[in-house]
């Protein structure tokens, strides 16, 4: 699986940006992409994700109700959207996937939960 990420940029307060992150390879129905984000001296931190069968989405509570991920069938590709962003949004955002677990299915929080990573893309936030 590969995953491309593209669309950063820089904004003000109040501003948006859509995320898109291109899959290809093996990626499929039984994936789950996610997004995460990691601030300047900080963690990777978990944003969103969406099950790629059936579209059940999942999102971190800093960002519930401000961001939206979305993906289109036809050309296996994730989105982002990006609203009503503050500076706190600022850092390097990624999307990851992983197979889901026939078994065990639960959303997947931490980094390690996810096998593919693609390269980051920047998204700043000025006050």
């Not at 699986?1 to 093996?26: E, H, I, P, T, W």
């Not at 099950?51 to 289109?72: C, P």
């Not at 929080?109 to 593919?116: C, I, L, P, Q, R």
Request: positive net charge; hydrophobic residues 35%; aromatic residues 12%.
């Amino acid at each position: 699986v590969q995953l491309q990420a593209s669309g950063g940029g820089s904004v003000q307060a109040g501003g948006a940006l859509r995320l898109s992150c291109v899959a290809s390879g093996r990626f499929s129905t039984g994936y789950v992409m996610g997004w995460f984000r990691q601030a300047p001296g900080k963690e990777r931190q978990f944003v969103a994700a969406m099950n790629w069968s059936g579209g059940r989405t999942d999102y971190a509570d800093s960002v519930q109700g401000r961001f939206t991920i979305s993906r289109d069938n036809a050309k296996n590709t994730g989105y982002l959207q990006l609203n009503s962003l503050k500076p706190e949004d600022t850092g390097v955002y990624y999307c990851a996937a992983y197979r889901r677990s026939a078994v065990i299915d639960v959303w997947r929080h931490n980094v390690g939960g996810y096998d593919y990573w693609g390269r980051g893309t920047l998204v700043t936030v000025s006050s």
